[in-house]
């Protein structure tokens, strides 16, 4: 089965590197136009950019900190002007913060990653469903983590940040639904990219790591990025108000392969 997204309009948000590059190009090669969205790196963005036109699709790039609701405001009336609306949202932008205990960490800090990972896919999804909704067609795909569901120390921000978006996806499908729109979730188990690269890059930690993963591999972003064509295609016509895990059964909780 082929699958198509000729003439969609995509946002891919955080789409300049990691998963949303990958992302962005895979939308492109099925045909979609796609809007790649970044906060620095110009470069990155343009060359993500080269490669979403040299896959076949149409792109431009779009700055704007997801984090503000006026440039989020902003970057969606640019869409409009450029495409007259928008089809699909892809949100995945997103910090996982410096490791910190609870009780030793900045709240500044904390706070920051709520906003980009929770009230920047919030944000997002507010602008696109103001549009689909009425246009009775589209899809919002929410990219979290497995730490949607598995505690990570030092991490409290983050997990709150993917289990909130987890649940925030579940009720904006319950409201979207009747609409003909769909809301989901993909979480990425532990992908190779820029934001892991002090485990991977480290052998000991990656040795941890792969203990923690059925499938004894890190993911690669195109393993994302297939899954997320599948998601925001009509060959997922059926799939909502829910969170596909991508994750090489690291949520299988593996030590449990042994004892209990
Ligand atoms: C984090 C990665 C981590 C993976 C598995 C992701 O959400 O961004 O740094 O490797 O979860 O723990």
Same mark, same amino acid.
């Given at each position: 089965m082929e699958i198509r997204l000729d003439g969609r309009r995509a946002l891919v948000t955080g789409a300049n590197s990691g998963i949303g590059a990958a992302i962005a190009e895979a939308l492109g090669a099925a045909g979609a136009r796609v809007a790649i969205n970044y906060l620095a790196g110009d470069e990155a963005a343009e060359a993500v950019a080269g490669r979403v036109r040299a896959a076949g699709g149409e792109a431009l790039t779009v700055k704007a900190d997801v984090g503000s609701l006026d440039e989020v405001e902003e970057m969606f009336g640019k869409l409009d002007r450029a495409w007259g609306g928008i089809d699909v949202l892809v949100n995945n932008a997103g910090i996982d913060g410096a490791r910190a205990e609870a009780w030793a960490s900045d709240p500044a800090a904390w706070r920051k990653v709520i906003d980009v990972d929770l009230i920047g896919a919030y944000a997002c999804a507010r602008q696109a469903l103001a549009r689909m909704v009425p246009a009775g067609h589209g899809v919002v795909l929410t990219v979290t983590s497995v730490h949607e569901v598995i505690a990570w120390s030092g991490y409290s921000a983050y997990t709150a940040a993917k289990a909130g978006a987890g649940m925030m996806t579940r009720t904006l499908a319950q409201e979207a639904a009747p609409h003909g729109v769909r809301v989901l979730a993909l979480a990425p188990g532990a992908i190779k990219t820029d934001i892991n690269r002090s485990v991977w890059s480290d052998p000991e930690a990656l040795r941890d790591l792969l203990e923690k993963i059925p499938l004894n591999r890190l993911g690669e972003p195109e393993d994302v990025a297939r899954m997320a064509v599948v998601l925001v295609s009509? @060959?997922?016509?059926? @799939?909502?108000g829910t969170t596909v895990f991508v994750d090489g059964a690291m949520t299988d909780y593996p030590d449990f392969a042994h004892g209990g």
């Open positions: 009509d @060959v997922a016509s059926y @799939v909502t």
